[in-house]
């Protein structure tokens, strides 16, 4: 029964989630990939750099793109890559 309630108010709330999500994981790639490679910190430092209510959002890094990729699990992720004179940029957004 708790299941299908939650089931029910995911489904209900699904847009102000998606949204929550698609920002926060925006926020934490780019963030993160700044700290990562026109900083120089080491990605577990950059992990520090998260704001409060964050705290599920992962990042991982691609050294050989140099790119970081920040997760929420099961509903989204973004990249952002660092360009050579213009800093890190998120990949273009698909729906």
């Known amino acids: ?48 750099d998260r704001i409060a209510g964050m705290e599920a959002i992962s990042l991982s890094e691609d050294l050989a793109s140099k790119s970081v990729t920040a997760s929420f699990p099961l509903l989204k992720s973004d990249t952002a890559t660092y360009r050579e004179g213009y800093g890190c940029v998120l990949q273009e957004y698909r729906d």
């Not at 089931?7 to 209900?12: E, F, H, L, N, V």
């Not at 925006?26 to 080491?42: M, P, Q, T």
Request: positive net charge; aromatic residues 12%; hydrophobic residues 40%.
């Open 1 to 48: 029964m708790i299941g299908v309630i939650g089931a029910g108010a995911a489904y209900y709330y699904r847009a102000p989630i998606q949204g929550y999500t698609g920002a926060g994981t925006a926020y934490a790639a780019r963030v993160g990939c700044s700290c990562r490679f026109v900083a120089g910190r080491d990605i577990e430092d950059c992990e520090k």
